[in-house]
């Protein structure tokens, strides 16, 4: 079964930097986009950056300039570096995975989607 284990959450001051980490596991083949999205007490989920297999990103413009996503398809992890933090970015930040392709125990192949991660929490304090 594959799974994903966000980590790098944390208490910061505004101006402070964070670096998330989302680690897949099991027999992974290969895997889609990878995401980071973050959710605030109150507000809808909310789509951070997003990255391709090939190495092409997309942000959200309230973090255009700050943020920074990238992944070690040989780990099979995603990056989201956080630079000049503000309280506003005060959330829980999820991993999410579109599509999965991994082995069975058999040696199947098979494809799990839109996989989520338990979530980290980044507290910005002013």
């Known amino acids: 079964q594959v799974q994903l284990v966000e980590s790098g959450g944390g208490l910061v001051q505004a101006g402070g930097s964070l670096r998330l980490s989302c680690a897949a596991s099991?027999?992974?083949?290969?895997?889609?986009?990878m995401g980071w999205y973050r959710q605030a007490p109150g507000n809808q989920r909310e789509l951070v950056a997003d990255?391709?297999?090939?190495?092409?990103?997309n942000y959200a413009d309230s973090v255009k300039g700050r943020f920074t996503i990238s992944r070690d398809n040989a780990k099979n992890t995603v990056y989201l570096q956080i630079d000049s933090l503000k309280p506003e970015d005060t959330a829980v930040y999820y991993c999410?995975?579109?599509?999965?392709?991994?082995?069975?125990?058999?040696?199947?192949?098979?494809?799990?989607?839109?996989?989520w991660g338990q979530g980290t929490q980044v507290t910005v304090s002013s």
């Open positions: 999410n995975a579109d599509r999965i392709l991994a082995y069975s125990r058999s040696g199947s192949r098979y494809y799990t989607n839109d996989i």
């Open positions: 099991g027999s992974i083949v290969s895997i889609g986009v």
């Open positions: 990255i391709t297999s090939g190495g092409s990103a």
